[in-house]
């Protein structure tokens, strides 16, 4: 596997990225030994690796705390300057973080999408938002969630507009 065009999802599992041109042959020549998953299982692997998906329309929302970048060691605060730095070292250093992204399973989310807020059953205020969703299989999907103190490890949460669902929370493999 060309390490240029691949990145490590998981054990034996990988991420490859290429041209749609090269993709047939690619597949022609390999096709015994990988297996095609296609986006759902690449977000469903993304999400069981913690990683958020930060789109343009997202990439506003968060500071890099929140999804937890510092946890994954994706932040120096030893090295120069970088775009949104000092409110970064500022969280570290003298803030309270008070969101965290976390990783849940629920059932019958089929309609969830990235963007969508989070509630505690009964109100209208937020507690978060969805930053991904995939199926895993068995009506389960896994979500990246960003969540209040508050809301963290709640057990039912009300998500877009949607029923009142029960929230199993997973480990993130960087957290122990």
């Known amino acids: 596997i060309n390490p240029d065009t691949s990145r490590l999802m998981g054990i034996e599992t990988y991420s490859l990225s290429m041209r749609a041109e090269q993709t047939q042959a690619c597949l022609n020549n390999i096709s015994g030994e990988l297996t095609p998953a296609g986006q759902g299982y690449s977000d469903l692997l993304r999400i069981r690796s913690g990683s958020a998906d930060v789109t343009a329309e ?8 929140m999804i937890n970048l510092d946890a994954q ?5 030893k090295k120069g300057c970088y775009t949104g730095q000092e409110i970064v070292a500022r ?4 803030g309270t973080l008070k969101r965290r992204m976390y990783r849940v399973a629920v ?4 309609s969830l999408c990235t963007g969508m807020p989070c509630c505690f059953p009964g109100t209208e205020q937020s507690v978060g938002s969805v930053i991904s969703a995939a199926y895993a299989g068995n009506d ?3 979500l990246l969630l960003v969540l209040t103190d508050d809301a963290a490890n709640k057990t039912q949460l ?6 009142i669902k029960e929230i199993e929370y997973l480990s993130l493999p960087y957290i122990k």
């Open 58 to 65: 997202s990439s506003d929302n968060f500071i890099v705390q």
């Open 73 to 77: 060691n994706y932040i120096s605060f």
């Open 107 to 110: 059932t019958d989310a089929a």
């Open 140 to 142: 389960t999907y896994q």
């Open 158 to 163: 009300t998500i877009g507009s949607g029923n």
């Open 91 to 94: 969280m570290k250093y003298l």
